[in-house]
C-alpha cells in the first residue's frame, strides 16, 4: 500500500505542487509574522539592554517628596559616589531644545548629558569621538541623516529665550530607547556644563550607579538605602530587576502587533483551508475508478482513506517547508524596506525559533490535513462496483442542501444579529469589537449558505455574458451552476477577502470624510498658526503682529492649561482658552446645552464626555484651583468636539495663572476678497522671522490626516490581500483540475462544432463569473458591514458619517474581473490543446 501511495503521489506531483500553492503562502504569512515578530522584540530588547547595560544599581523616581518636583539633585548624586561599594555614578537628564534646520525653521530636539562613567553610557559610538568641550556635540546616527549633516559640521540649537548655541559635530552615536529619546525626535549628547546652558531646567530621570570589584548588586543596593535612610522618595533596584521589568515591557509591546499580524493570517489560513477542500474534493471526484478499483484488489476502506491523507501530509510538508523560507524572506523584505523608508541602516533580524519552526509545520501540515479529511472520509465510500463501469459518474453533486446546513446557517444568523445588536449598545473600543464579532458571524452565516446562493446569484450574473457571447457563455453559466457546493466552495474563499477588504476600507472612508468635515467645522479659519516645538508656546508679539496685518480680519489666540487641583479629583481638568469673540466663529465646538455666545470671565463650556465623568450639567459649578487660586467656574453650556475638559476665556486662565507663558496655536481669518495665495504670502512675512511658527491650513490639515488613514489602509490592503490572492489562486486551481475532469465532455463539445477559441472563452467567462460571484456577495457584505460598524461607532458627541468609496470598490471589482481572466488562462490553453480523439478516449 505504501508503494502505491508513493506511486500515486509521483503521478499527481504537479497537480499537488499547484494546490499547495494555497498553503505555502498561509505558512510563509504565518512564519513571516512570528519572524518579524521575534526580530522586533530581538532589537527592542537590543535597544533597551543599552540603557540597563553596564547598571548595578538603579534610583528612579517614585513620585513621593520634592525630588519628583525638581528632579535628581546634584546632592543625591555627590552621597551615591560617596557610598560604600560604588564605582561610578551619573545622573540621567535631557533638555528639549529646538533644533534649527537649514531653512531657519526649528525641529524638536532632546539633549541629553555625557556620563562620565563609560560603562554607564547608553549608547555606542559609531564614528568620530564623544564631545571633550562645552563646544562639541555628539549625534545620533538616525538625526544625522534626518539633518543632512556630517562630521565637522555646526549643529545650532535654540535655548528656552530663542538664543543660538552652536556646537560642533564631533561623532555619532547609536542609542538605545531610554527616556532621552521621548524628549523630542533628534537627538544629541553635551557635556553636563553646556547642558545647563540650554536650560535651568535639567532634571534628572534616573541615577545609576556602577559597583566597585568584588560588591554585588545586592550589597550596592543595601548600601544605597542605608545611606539615603529608607527615602520614599527613590525607587531602588538591581541591575538585573531593571532588565527584568524593561524585557517583560517590551515582550508586551511587540506581542501585541505580532497578535494584530496573526489575526490577518488567520484569515489567510482560513481562505487557504478552503482552497485545500476544494482542491481535495475535485482529486478525490477525479479518482473514482482509481480508489473503487483499490477496493477490489483487496484495500480496505482505512487503507483508501490513509493514502488519501498520506497525500495530505506529503503536500502539507512540502508547502510547510517552502512557506517557512518563503516567511523568512518576506520578514527580511519588510524590514529592509521599512529601513530605507525611514533612513535608517535598520540591522535585519532573522531569529527563526523553535516555535516558529513549530508553527510553520504544524499550521501548514494540520490546516492541509484537516481540510482532506472530509474528501478522505468521502473517498471511502466509493463503491468497488465503480470500477466495473463503462462511464463514471463525474463527481457532480445534486444541488441540494441539508436541513442541518439550513438550520446551522439559521442560528449563526441569529447569533450574529444578537451580538451586532449588543454591540451598538457599548461605546468606542467595546462596539467595535463587539460588533465586528457580530459581522463575522453573519459572514460565516453567509459561507454556510453558498450552496444556496450560488444558483440565484449564478442566473443574474450570466444573463450579461449570455446575451454577448451566445453558446460558450451559456455553457460556462451552466458549468459554474452544475455544482453549486463545489462553486461555493471556491468563491467562499474569495468572498472573504472581499468583505473583510471592503468593511474596512468603508469604515476608514467613513472615518476619513468624517475627520474632514469636522475640521471645516470646528476650524473654519483659513490658517492656523502653531508652534513646531510643543514646549514653546507662541508669544503675544506674534499675536500683536498678525492682528496688524492689512490682509487679516481675526485673530484667535488658543492657550491649554490644567488647573491644580485636589489629588485624585473628579473634576481635574485640561482646559483650553480663547476670547469671547472667537467662539462660535473661529472656535465652533457643537452646543449640546446651554450656551457659548458671550463667554463671560468665571463661566465654563464643558465637554460631553468630561460633565458625564464629573456629574456635572449646565447652572452647575466646576470646581478648580487649590488655596488662593481656587475658585468656582459657573457650567454655562456643554458641547462636544473639543479636546479638552472645557473651554474658558483667557481672562479666566489668567486668573489661575498670571504669567501665562504663552499660546498653542493662533487661528487666522482673511478679509473678504483676500486671495490664498496673498493672504498666505502676508502671514508668512510675520511668521518666517520666529523659527518656531509653522502656518497650517484646513486643507493642510485634512490631506495629512487623509495621507495618515491611506497609510493604515493600505498596511490593511496589504495583509488581507493575501487572502485574496490565495482565493485567486484556489480560482485557478479548481478551473485547472476541473479542465482535467471534463476532458471528455470537453472533446465531445469541439466535436458537435464548439471551436477552440469558443472553448477558451468558455473557461475564461467561467472563469469571471466565479470571481465576480465571489467579489460581489463579498462587497455588498463589506458594504453592509460597513454600515454596521459605522453605526455602533457614531455616536451623538461624534456622530460618524456613511461613506461608500464607489471608485476605489469598483476598482476592486474590475481587479477580480481581470485576476480571473488570468487565473483561466493556463487551463483554457490547455483545453483547447487536447486533441479531441485523444479527448474522447478518455475513461
Known sequence: MLKTIIAGVRARTARLLLSSIAIMLGVAFVSGTLVLGDGITEGMKDEFAKTSRGVDASMSLTGEGPESETGISQAALDK?????????????????????????????????????????????????????????????????????????QQITLLDENDAKHSFTIVGTFAQGANSMSLGGSEHLVLLPEALTGLSDKVRGYELVAKAAPGVTQQQLVANLEKTFGGDRAFKFQTGEQLTTETLKQISERSNEFTQLLLAFALIALVVAAMVIYNTFTILVAQRTRELALMR?????????????????????????????????????????????????????????????????????????????????????KVAPVAALRAQLDSGEEVARTGKLRIAFAVLLGLAGAGVVYLGTGMEEEAALIITGSGTML???????????????????????????????????SGNAGRNPKRTAATTAALMIGVTIVSLVTVVATSAKETASAEV?????????????????????????????VPQVAKVAPVAAFAPESEENSQYS???????????????RPKVVSGSITGLEDGEVAISSSFAKRGGLAVGGTLPQGVGATKKDLKVVAVVDGIDSSGIVTLATLNSFNPDTPGFRSIMVKLKDGVGAEAGRA????????????????????????????????????????????????????????????????????????????QLRLMLVVESVLMAVMGAAIGLVLGVGFGWILVEALSSDSFPITFDVPVGQIGVMLLAAVVAAMIAAAMPARRAARTSVVAGMAEA
Open 80 to 152: 551615591v559616589r560617596g557610598t560604600q561599594g560604588v564605582q561610578g555614578a551619573d545622573i540621567r537628564s535631557y533638555v528639549s531644545a529646538a533644533l534649527l534646520t537649514a531653512g531657519g525653521k526649528a525641529k524638536p530636539a532632546s539633549a541629553g548629558p555625557l556620563a562620565s562613567t563609560p560603562e554607564l553610557r547608553e549608547y555606542d559610538l559609531k564614528d568620530g569621538r564623544f564631545p571633550a568641550s562645552t563646544t562639541e556635540t555628539a549625534v545620533d546616527v538616525r538625526a544625522l541623516a534626518t539633518t543632512k549633516l556630517s562630521l565637522g
Open 296 to 380: 477490489c484488489v483487496g484495500a480496505s476502506r482505512g487503507q483508501v482513506f490513509g493514502s488519501v491523507i498520506a497525500e495530505a501530509v506529503a503536500m502539507g510538508f512540502l508547502a510547510s517547508v517552502i512557506g517557512l523560507f518563503g516567511g523568512i524572506g518576506v520578514s527580511a523584505l519588510m524590514q529592509t524596506v521599512v529601513g530605507s523608508l525611514s533612513g535608517d541602516n535598520t540591522v535585519v533580524r532573522l531569529p527563526v525559533t523553535p516555535t516558529t519552526v513549530l508553527a510553520a509545520f504544524g499550521v501548514g501540515v494540520l490546516i492541509t490535513v484537516v481540510s482532506a479529511a472530509l474528501p478522505a472520509r468521502k473517498a471511502t
Open 442 to 476: 453573519l459572514l460565516a452565516m453567509v459561507v454556510t449558505l453558498g450552496p444556496v446562493l450560488v444558483g440565484p446569484v449564478n442566473r443574474v450574473l450570466g444573463v450579461v455574458p449570455r446575451a454577448l457571447f451566445g453558446v460558450p457563455a451559456k455553457l460556462a
Open 520 to 548: 471645516d467645522q470646528r476650524f473654519p479659519a483659513d490658517y492656523t498658526v502653531t508652534s513646531s516645538i510643543y514646549s514653546r508656546p507662541l508669544q503675544q508679539d506674534l499675536l500683536d503682529q498678525l492682528t496688524a
Open 573 to 587: 481638568a485640561y482646559l483650553e482658552a480663547t476670547t469671547p469673540e472667537a467662539l462660535g466663529d473661529l472656535v
Open 682 to 757: 502676508a502671514v508668512e512675512k510675520v511668521t518666517d522671522p520666529s523659527p518656531i511658527a509653522v502656518i497650517d491650513s484646513a486643507a493642510e490639515t485634512k490631506a495629512q490626516l487623509n495621507t495618515q488613514v491611506d497609510q493604515v489602509l493600505g498596511f490593511i490592503w496589504a495583509l488581507i490581500g493575501l487572502a485574496v490572492i490565495i482565493a485567486l489562486f484556489g480560482i485557478a486551481n479548481t478551473l485547472t483540475l476541473s479542465v482535467l475532469e471534463r476532458t471528455r465532455e470537453s472533446a465531445l463539445l469541439r466535436a458537435l462544432g464548439l471551436t477552440k477559441s
